[in-house]
């Protein structure tokens, strides 16, 4: 199995404990305690292609979002392979900040590290400050995200779709395809590392 170091980044509240509850325990918490310093959970997630299955390992570290927990995230940064950045839809000063959080991501994960854009708390209709063209147009000014994947951990709605584009992300840009035996493996190596066969020139990422 293929382990991954993935970390949450955005401004206090804007539900990335949530998130991860919703993905890893399938559960909900109105009133869940805001995070103080750092937490980790683990998940595994399959992807199939062409009825083969690979198995990822998540490794996933959530930060508090206040000010003075900041200083904490560069050196659990160091390394990630990919970075979720979270903003309330009801919060637009969230939008605004996420700004930081990328400087910080680009200067400590790893060069390919992937970037996917959260929108949280769509549910919350009557409360929302960020349209969708607002978030794009604000992104696009940094070159960021080209997506912005909506969800609601409070009805579940897109976050097993969320980690599903991010395993597939990081297959795409970890791992390479096999032709002769048809299993995934680094794209760092010159050969399988399963059935030895040397890599061809028609052995190309996923």
Not at 70 to 97: C, I, M, Q, V, W
């Amino acid at each position: 199995m293929y382990r991954f170091k993935v970390i949450l980044a955005g401004d206090k509240n804007v539900g990335k404990s949530s998130l991860i509850s919703r993905f890893c325990d399938n559960s909900f918490d109105e009133h869940m305690k805001e995070t103080i310093g750092v937490a980790f959970k683990r998940k595994k997630v399959i992807v199939i292609d062409r009825d083969r299955e690979t198995t990822l390992g998540l490794n996933i570290w959530d930060f508090g979002g206040e000010e003075k927990y900041r200083k904490l995230f560069p050196s659990y940064a160091y390394g990630a392979n990919a970075a979720l950045l979270l903003f309330d839809t009801t919060n637009e000063k969230s939008l605004h900040g996420l700004a930081n959080w990328v400087k910080i991501i680009e200067d400590n994960c790893t060069p390919n590290v992937v970037k996917l854009l959260i929108a949280t708390k769509i549910d919350l209709k009557e409360k929302r400050e960020v349209s969708t063209k607002k978030a794009k147009e604000y992104c696009n000014n940094y070159n960021w995200c080209k997506e912005i994947i909506k969800t609601s951990s409070k009805t579940g709605e897109y976050v097993e779709d969320t980690f599903l584009t991010l395993a597939k992300k990081l297959l795409k840009r970890n791992l390479q395809k096999c032709k002769d035996c048809g299993t995934f493996f680094s794209i760092k190596l010159k050969f399988c590392s399963f059935c030895g066969e040397k890599i061809k020139m028609d052995v190309s990422p996923i």
